[in-house]
């Protein structure tokens, strides 16, 4: 991979990079496809970073189709596929980490710790690994592009961090790996997620100033409805720094988490008042 990079770097080729953990589905494919357009060379990485996840979660069971992921990246015009194995990008005597303070802190930090420490310090190996011009994000993970958005600003990284927006299934759930573990009563019941966000949108919306614990609550309303659900958190916070409103006057990020079953998933919008 580094050969790679250095010779592009050599030749001047603009290099974007979409890091994934595989299982990948149109969400994904709108990053390549974005990376595509904009740059000469293309890299997509998968590896389920361990690290990411906690001592309860996924990380097992995660799903790797991997003949499958290499045919679509193959179709949607990635040049290297780049596949580290766990053991060659945490060898046993691995001890440096990245830390993003504030921005871990709130949201899926408060739920998941070390979660963002994981995925900064993957992050940052793979962009040292890759050397990308741009490199692409989701904001279906809104939290964590705001993690390597911040990362990239402190650590003056040389790499431009191009978010971009949440592909939905035709009835408004995000795409997600984890939709995979959904069985068929608890997808229909998913696909009621995003009226959550709605609810809270038309909320902001009704009037200037509006408290933040109205909007939870009309976010909520929607979420206890649904069969099976169990909701994490539902936030209102400032989209730039992720720090808690109490009214809502300019753009808030609505963000939550909510389990379906014993699958988590999460969801969010940033709702922008005309003023
Ligand atoms: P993952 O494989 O889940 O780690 O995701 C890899 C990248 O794809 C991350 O930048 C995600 O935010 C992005 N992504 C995942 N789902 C979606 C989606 N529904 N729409 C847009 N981007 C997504």
């Not at 919306?205 to 976010?219: L, M, T």
């Not at 006057?249 to 909510?258: F, H, K, N, S, T």
Request: aromatic fraction near 6%.
């Amino acid at each position: 991979m580094r050969r790679a990079s250095l010779e592009w770097n050599r030749r001047v080729r603009r290099v974007g990079f979409v890091p994934t953990m595989g299982a990948l589905h149109r969400g994904h494919v709108s990053l390549i496809e974005r990376a595509r357009r904009e740059n000469d060379v293309v890299v997509a990485s998968i590896f389920v970073n361990p690290v990411q996840f906690g001592p309860t979660e996924d990380y097992a069971k995660y799903p790797r189709p991997l003949a499958k992921d290499a045919a679509l990246c193959r179709k949607a015009g990635v040049d290297v596929l780049f596949l580290p194995s766990a053991k060659e990008m945490y060898p046993p005597e691995h001890d440096t980490w990245v830390t993003v303070e504030r921005t871990s802190g709130p949201l899926c930090g408060e739920f998941r710790p070390g979660h963002f420490r994981g995925v900064a310090t993957v992050v940052l190996k793979l962009f040292n690994l890759v050397q990308p011009t741009r490199a692409y994000f989701g904001l279906k993970d809104y939290q964590q592009v705001r993690v390597v958005q911040r990362m990239a600003a402190d650590l003056n990284l040389p790499v431009k961090i191009v978010p971009c927006p949440t592909v939905r299934e035709a009835d408004g759930l995000a795409l997600s790996s984890r939709n995979a573990y959904l069985s068929p009563d608890e997808r229909r019941a998913a696909a009621r997620v995003p009226a959550a966000l709605r609810a809270a949108e038309q909320v902001i919306k009704s009037s200037s100033g509006v408290s933040v614990e109205r909007v939870r609550a009309a976010a909520k309303a929607e979420l206890v409805r649904i069969p099976g659900a169990k909701v994490q958190y539902i936030e209102v916070v400032d989209p730039e720094t992720l720090a808690p409103l109490r009214r809502v006057r300019g753009e808030a990020l609505v963000a939550l988490a909510v389990y379906v079953g014993k699958t988590r998933l999460i969801d969010n919008i940033v709702v922008k008042r005309r003023t």
